[in-house]
């Protein structure tokens, strides 16, 4: 059971309560990676529908990443000498990490999608090994990411990085592999053991057949090879013929469309609402009071299906409703090491370079999130997994260095910080603790959990000043904007407030 009992009975009906400060950057913390201060704002006093709205349609009309120089190289455009070949990939897959984390932390839901569905359509670049297959892999990923799921199941599975990943590219007529039409079923449309049986992954595998030509040189594209391809009758979910790949799409959206529908929906929902989707056991053709997960969840699947599986109106129905933008849907999900870092790096809007996103690159590894390298077919599990703990220790201390990077390389940038979501009082006002409320109910989901922790968090920001300079009435006295060493009292919050178990969460 997860630690965060899933209290929520808001409905899907709009929410059209004005957002505030709290609900916005909710939203951009679920939709994107976080937002800076000015973003934020512009969003309070907005509508949600609206809001919502804009970023869906950004997202879907947003162009995919430009492709790079060596998109569609294979062993042939590398050095002949091993050492030199191993070096440029190394440096293109590098590159293309980079390229790839300023998407993250630019492109807001596209990219927030198609990271998510890299941890659903599962590839592991150590696996196969190639750059190219790489680029084409995130390519379908971004160009789908807010598309028709139909589609998407189709285009993703032809993908070279799939075919390789799964063994599809060794899937001959006389020898069957069933990894792919297995995890099809299992991960990636119905779930494991739900409206399938294991015949039906075995005549699947048939089905699927034939893309097996590799050609003579390595890293080169996988092709269609109708001679190894089975051509005999197959019965696929209750249907029988001689089935191919098209097919094998086209019956399982027929055949089993509700079940995909749920399947994906909780997917959605504990991705971006609450990690904890049950709340009871599932009963299916069962009831549910209003609000209930799993109601919300059967509402969203018939969105899904009668949309014909389009993403849009999915995440448009959720994102606008009251159950999403419900307080108990708030600070209940534990971040990423991406969501932790890239989050920071938005909120603050401290100056970054690509040295900065390499770093994370390698704290993220660390942390157990390596970028294109899930951790198996299963993908990251999330959540609770996060923070066990190894992992927090290397959490607290990361994100202090970063943090530390920033106060070196520009202390004045955490001045300009705190006068962003002080405003006015930033400049007149000579008490540090309403100073440092907002600096900390901006960067915690739902602030601190009491008057004693927020004590605790207003001494680490007064710092060892005298108190006098904070009593005004003489020419000393202190605000954020004039007295000299208020960086580093903003950067001290900061560091504390890192270290608290409501800065993990979003």
Not at 150 to 169: C, H, N, P, Q, W
Not at 458 to 487: C, H, K, Q, V
Request: with cysteine; aromatic share 14%; hydrophobic share 35%.
């Amino acid at each position: 059971m997860e630690y965060f009992v899933n209290c929520n009975t808001s409905t899907l009906a709009p929410y059209n309560t004005p957002l505030d400060r709290t609900k916005a950057a909710h939203l951009y913390r679920r939709l994107g990676f976080s937002a800076s201060v000015e973003t934020i704002d512009q969003a309070v006093g907005q509508n949600a529908g609206t809001l919502v709205d804009n970023l869906i349609n950004q997202a879907v009309a947003m162009p995919p990443t430009t492709a790079p120089a060596w998109a569609d190289w294979n062993n042939s455009n590398y050095p002949a000498d091993d050492d030199q070949a191993r070096q440029v990939r190394r440096a293109q897959l590098e590159e293309w990490r980079l390229t790839y984390t300023n998407a993250l932390l630019d492109n807001n839901l596209r990219d927030r999608l198609s990271f998510f569905w890299s941890n659903h359509f599962v590839t592991e670049i150590d696996v196969y090994n190639c750059n190219s297959f790489l680029y084409h892999y995130i390519n379908c990923l971004q160009r789908n990411s807010l598309g028709n799921f139909r589609t998407f199941v189709s285009e993703i599975g032809l993908t070279d990085a799939m075919l390789y990943y799964l063994d599809g590219a060794y899937n001959n007529g006389n020898n069957p592999n069933e990894n792919y039409a297995r995890e099809l079923y299992e991960l990636f449309t119905l779930g494991e053991g739900n409206a399938y049986t294991e015949e039906d992954i075995i005549e699947t595998a048939k089905a699927l057949t034939g893309y097996v030509e590799r050609g003579e040189i390595g890293c080169s594209p996988v092709a269609f090879d109708a001679e190894n391809f089975d051509a005999g009758s197959k019965t696929i979910l209750g249907q029988t013929g001689n089935w191919g790949y098209d097919d094998v799409i086209t019956i399982l959206f027929e055949q089993r469309a509700g079940s995909i529908a749920r399947f994906i929906c909780t997917k959605f929902y504990e991705f971006f609402v609450h990690p904890d989707s049950k709340r009871e056991e599932y009963n299916p053709g069962g009831t549910y009071p209003p609000g209930h997960p799993q109601g919300i969840i059967n509402e969203l699947a018939d969105t899904f299906v009668a949309n014909n599986f389009e993403i849009a109106p999915v995440l448009s129905q959720l994102f606008r409703s009251q159950h999403f933008f419900d307080d108990e849907s708030i600070g209940v999900i534990i971040k990423s090491p991406y969501d932790m870092y890239l989050n920071t790096l938005k909120e603050t809007g401290f100056t970054y370079t690509d040295t900065t996103l390499s770093e994370i690159n390698n704290y993220t590894r660390l942390l157990g999130q390596e970028m294109f390298d899930p951790f198996d077919v299963a993908g990251w599990q999330r959540d609770r997994s996060w923070i066990n703990t190894n992992f927090i220790i290397g959490r607290w201390l990361t994100i202090e260095t970063i943090l530390e990077t920033f106060y070196q390389n520009n202390n004045e940038q955490f001045r300009a910080f705190g006068l962003s979501l002080t405003g006015n009082d930033g400049l007149t006002s000579n008490n540090p603790d309403v100073i440092a409320r907002p600096i900390i109910d901006f960067i915690l989901p739902k602030g601190l959990l009491d008057d004693g922790e927020y004590e605790k968090a207003y001494a680490a920001f007064r710092s060892d000043i005298d108190p006098t300079y904070y009593e005004g009435g003489n020419d000393e006295t202190w605000t954020l904007a004039t007295w000299m060493t208020a960086p580093f009292q903003v950067y001290l919050l900061l560091q504390y407030l890192a270290r608290q178990p409501e800065f993990q969460l979003k």
